[in-house]
């Protein structure tokens, strides 16, 4: 994912981070947002079971501030806990889900 431009030019810019996620903590997308109001989507924001039902994916969403030097070295995601119920519709209990973000400080 080349969220930072070819050259890095837009990690100055970058001020919000968010994955999509399905109910068992698989990555199904991610999005960059910009200081200058642009955005950069990859993957899918919805998790489709079939061509009638599809569910949103949980978006944690976590701050960086660009601006002033941090950058992202990694991320790691972990979901535990997670149950799922049948039915017509598929719905999720009790996810419990761990997102750390490692980020440098400086440029």
């Given at each position: 994912m080349d969220f930072?431009?070819?050259?890095?030019?837009?990690?100055?810019l970058l001020n919000r981070i968010t994955p999509f996620l399905d109910s068992g903590g698989l990555l199904r997308g991610m999005a960059f947002y910009y200081d200058d109001g642009t955005e950069l989507i990859f993957g899918s924001r919805?998790?489709?079971y079939?061509?009638?039902?599809?569910?949103?994916?949980?978006?944690?969403?976590?701050?960086?501030?660009?601006?002033a030097g941090e950058r992202i070295i990694r991320i790691n995601c972990k979901a535990s806990g997670a149950t799922w119920s049948s039915g017509p519709h598929f719905q999720v209990s009790n996810?419990?889900?761990q997102l750390c973000v490692y980020i440098r400080h400086g440029s």
């Open positions: 930072g431009g070819s050259q890095g030019e837009r990690l100055p919805r998790v489709f079939d061509v009638e039902l599809s569910i949103p994916c949980l978006e944690p969403s976590f701050e960086i501030r660009g601006s996810p419990c889900f």
